[in-house]
T-cell receptor
Framework: KQEVTQIPAALSVPEGENLVLNCSFT??????LQWFRQDPGKGLTSLLL?????REQTSGRLNASLDKSSGRSTLYIAASQPGDSATYLC???????????????FGKGTKLSVKP | ETGVTQSPTHLIKTRGQQVTLRCSSQ?????VSWYQQALGQGPQFIFQ???????GRGNFPPRFSGLQFPNYSSELNVNALELDDSALYLC??????????FGSGTRLTVV
């Protein structure tokens, strides 16, 4: 059974700091991995999606890497800002029969607070 | 291009009642998934609909049921509500299960 773990559960940093969020998964047979942002009481905003054949994806100040063989992904946030404060969720998608994407399996998230 | 729209945003129900939550998919998407997110937890997969047929289900009892309509909008129905059903319910749509877009969710409180 696939399990996704995110460390740390919470993180508080001063504005401007570079930071890394970690995600690990127990079964390397994934279709893709996706990072989401969730503001309190709100829905999920997709940040980055990495296909199983890719090693990393970048969007602005965000960079996500994927090491499928070791079951790990990291989300790197450069020059953090107070507006980055949110919960960051990692989700993997196992392959369905036929190779298409299955449902998403989420970690519990890392709650990030960036202090001015 | 419109995103995923969920209604209502908040709802309070009494234990034992029934509830229907609604979701309008993003334009061009043919797959809808529903997730339940308890406080402090990651979302848990309830079920998925592809072209009006259920094609995947998580570990939820039969009192959780759904529908997908020809315009790919969807409903989540929960019968015999229990206190533990209190959660944020998220709808996500995609095209052929690639790259999901989530709605803002419906906060359900069961008292």
């Amino acid at each position: 059974k696939q399990e996704v773990t995110q460390i740390p559960a919470a993180l508080s940093v001063p504005e401007g700091e570079n930071l890394v969020l970690n995600c690990s998964f127990t079964d390397s047979a994934i279709y893709n991995l996706q990072w989401f942002r969730q503001d309190p009481g709100k829905g999920l905003t997709s940040l980055l999606l990495i296909q199983s054949s890719q090693r990393e994806q970048t969007s602005g100040r965000l960079n996500a890497s994927l090491d499928k063989s070791s079951g790990r992904s990291t989300l790197y946030i450069a020059a953090s800002q107070p507006g980055d404060s949110a919960t960051y969720l990692c989700a993997v998608s196992p392959p369905n029969y036929g190779g298409s994407q299955g449902n998403l399996i989420f970690g519990k998230g890392t709650k990030l607070s960036v202090k001015p | 291009e419109t995103g995923v729209t969920q209604s209502p945003t908040h709802l309070i129900k009494t234990r034992g009642q029934q509830v229907t939550l609604r979701c309008s998919s993003q334009s061009g998407h043919n797959t809808v998934s529903w997730y339940q997110q308890a406080l402090g937890q990651g979302p848990q997969f309830i079920f998925q609909y592809y072209r009006e047929e259920e094609n995947g289900r998580g570990n939820f009892p039969p009192r959780f049921s759904g529908l997908q309509f020809p315009n790919y909008s969807s409903e989540l129905n929960v019968n015999a509500l229990e206190l533990d059903d209190s959660a944020l319910y998220l709808c996500a749509s995609s095209l052929d299960s690639y790259g999901y877009t989530f709605g803002s969710g419906t906060r359900l409180t069961v008292v």
